[in-house]
């Protein structure tokens, strides 16, 4: 999509909807992404109709390189961010993988990763 992650620094993305179902990113730590090439993220979703501080947590934590971030986001948005708590547990447990190395970085696009 050629977005340029690095101008949006609010880091939240759109990715694509579901019937009935609007779904975000928050990239975590947006600076170290930039600097590494690997970018943390959280993937948020609101059913339609519900109040904004109802939301679903799709994916509390996911790895994902550049290029597949690029083809998950449809546009930046200035809200959206949610209180890290669960992130940073799902965060830790991703990093404690492979005796401390990480686990599995997503490569295709946050939708495939997700399933």
Do not use: F
């Not at 909807?17 to 979703?45: C, F, K």
């Not at 790895?63 to 200035?78: D, F, G, K």
């Amino acid at each position: 999509m050629g977005q340029d992650l690095a101008s949006h620094t609010a880091g939240i993305w759109s990715i694509a909807d579901t019937p009935g179902m609007s779904r975000w990113i928050v990239i975590h730590d947006l600076e170290a992404s930039q600097t590494t090439g690997i970018y943390h993220i959280e993937v948020i979703g609101r059913k339609s109709g519900d109040p904004s501080w109802q939301i679903v947590r799709l994916a509390p934590h996911m790895a994902i390189t550049e290029n597949a971030l690029r083809e998950s986001i449809v546009e930046p948005l200035n809200t959206g961010a949610v209180y890290p708590e669960a992130y940073d547990d799902a965060y830790s447990a991703w990093q404690a993988q492979n005796g401390g190395a990480g686990g599995v970085v997503c490569t295709s696009s946050v939708l495939d990763c997700m399933q």
